[in-house]
């Protein structure tokens, strides 16, 4: 006699527009009440049903994550792009993005998060994990998402992040020597990988080349 059950469809929908606009699972509710487009979506009629709440998303969340559904569905929404020509597989642009975690340890265990890691990125250290993402070159569309420790370098996730159809690959200076390790010697595309920032600075014209 908790409360009332919430249609599959409807949290699907919810669990996308979570993902799309990078809300957290209070946020979400929040946004639900304030826009009528968000409830549109969703399916959610105020004067009929209210809006799940936080701890619902949250445990929707996690029973996708629990049962390896997000993968499932992240393959299916890209097979999707890729079938109305959405997404071209010509061409990867890889990168990542550091994602902050609280390094504060006043919890039960007295200790940082052991999934997360400590990393230097130019003059600023930063503590939590990493998003290797590959992004179609063409639509800009995300085909591909690892999630590591911060200090994972960017060059050991790159096999990962790319599908295999590509005809050329796109990085920055991070990414440099990516063409010349192991995983890659059977892959037949087109490297182009920016110059190190040192190396610009060096140059009278201060122009930025890329290695291909």
Not at 169 to 182: I, L, N, Q, S
């Amino acid at each position: 006699k908790g409360r009332p059950p919430v249609g599959l469809e409807r949290m699907l929908r919810i669990h996308f527009l979570q993902q799309w606009y990078g809300l957290a699972d209070g946020a979400m509710e929040d946004a639900l009440y304030d826009s009528q487009a968000l409830r549109g979506f969703a399916g959610i009629d105020l004067t009929v049903t209210a809006v799940p709440e936080a701890t619902t998303i949250l445990n929707f969340r996690h029973w996708l994550e629990e049962h390896d559904l997000t993968r499932a569905l992240f393959d299916e929404v890209g097979a999707m792009l890729e079938e109305r020509g959405l997404l071209m597989r010509q061409g990867t642009i890889v990168d990542a993005t550091i994602i902050a975690a609280p390094p504060s340890t006043k919890n039960k265990k007295k200790a940082r998060d052991p999934e997360m890691h400590q990393t230097k990125k130019g003059n600023q250290w930063h503590f939590g994990m990493k998003a290797h993402i590959g992004v179609d070159v063409a639509s800009g569309v995300v085909h591909t998402v690892t999630g590591t420790a911060a200090n994972e370098a960017d060059i050991n996730q790159t096999a990962s992040l790319l599908h295999g159809q590509e005809e050329a690959v796109f990085a920055d200076a991070g990414y440099t020597g990516a063409d010349k390790r192991p995983e890659h010697e059977d892959r037949e595309v087109s490297w182009n990988i920016a110059i190190k920032r040192g190396i610009i600075k060096a140059l009278r014209n201060g122009c930025v080349i890329w290695r291909s």
